[in-house]
């Protein structure tokens, strides 16, 4: 039987938790299954686009279809991996969705790590990993990225700072520097982490210990207040464009 090409194939794109090589076969999941075969009422022999976020993507073919699972089968690789700059990003979670939107973006602009910390002034004290390893694959998946940044369980600021790695620089998004000495174009390139606080900003004892930190380089990301979730779109940018890989 031949391979249907469909022309929709490109909406239909998976990240799949199994290693993708040719003539690799693929198990699908329960929702997998549903979505492909139920939703999209794709059928054997069509094609999607899968990636496991670490061998790029890859062009496969559906070989076997049943209500909880199916089967797919590699044919050729369509895109190498990319994986982004060893850049970090330390946030303080936010309502929900504000926080989803955080993670999204950092997934599709391109950081290799999340980190959420708990400041003074953050109000959630949780959150569900699963929920936001879902909505980076879900990024993944709809901006055509290959990679999927880890998100590590919340930490408290000052246990993140104590355990901060000593060969990684921190860039330190201060709300109230209005116009900073230190610009992104006068950094050096290399292993860097942005730090993005709460919506109340952070306290001056945290501020105080931030700033007494040699690793730390603090920026200001303009004269006009941003929310949290725009900071750290904004950072992650500015980053990109003077230190990563645009």
């Given at each position: 039987?031949?391979?249907?090409?469909?022309?929709?194939?490109?909406?239909?794109?998976?990240?799949?938790?199994?290693?993708?090589?040719?003539?690799?076969?693929?198990?699908?999941?329960?929702?997998?299954?549903?979505?492909?075969?139920?939703?999209?009422?794709?059928?054997?022999?069509?094609?999607?686009?899968?990636?496991?976020?670490?061998?790029?993507?890859?062009l496969a073919s559906i070989n076997e279809?049943?209500?909880?699972?199916?089967?797919?089968?590699?044919?050729?690789?369509?895109?190498?991996?990319?994986?982004p700059p060893d850049l970090w990003l330390y946030f303080s979670p936010l309502k929900k969705t504000r926080t989803d939107f955080i993670i999204e973006k950092a997934t599709e602009l391109g950081v290799r790590k999340i980190i959420p910390i708990q400041t003074e002034r953050t109000n959630a004290d949780r959150i569900r990993i699963d929920r936001l390893n879902a909505h980076a694959r879900e990024a993944a998946e709809q901006c055509g990225?290959?990679?999927?940044?880890?998100?590590?369980?919340?930490?408290?600021?000052?246990?993140?700072?104590?355990?901060?790695?000593?060969?990684?620089?921190?860039?330190f998004c201060d709300e109230e520097l209005k116009q900073s000495k230190v610009k992104f174009n006068s950094l050096t390139k290399g292993k860097w982490s942005i730090l993005i606080g709460p919506e109340g900003g952070f306290s001056d004892i945290e501020r105080n210990h931030l700033l007494a930190l040699e690793f730390t380089h603090r920026i200001s990301l303009g004269p006009r207040v941003l929310?949290?979730?725009?900071?750290?779109?904004t950072a992650i940018s500015l980053w990109q464009n003077y230190l990563g890989d645009w």
């Open positions: 039987m031949g391979h249907r090409l469909s022309s929709d194939m490109n909406k239909i794109r998976v990240f799949v938790d199994h290693t993708l090589g040719e003539a690799q076969s693929v198990p699908l999941n329960k929702d997998q299954a549903h979505y492909i075969f139920s939703v999209m009422r794709k059928r054997i022999g069509d094609l999607i686009l899968i990636f496991d976020g670490n061998n790029g993507e890859w279809i049943s209500k909880k699972n199916g089967t797919l089968l590699c044919i050729k690789q369509t895109k190498s991996q990319i994986n990225g290959t990679y999927i940044p880890k998100i590590l369980e919340i930490q408290k600021l000052n246990e993140a700072l104590k355990n901060f790695p000593s060969d990684r620089k921190l860039l929310r949290a979730d725009t900071a750290a779109v």
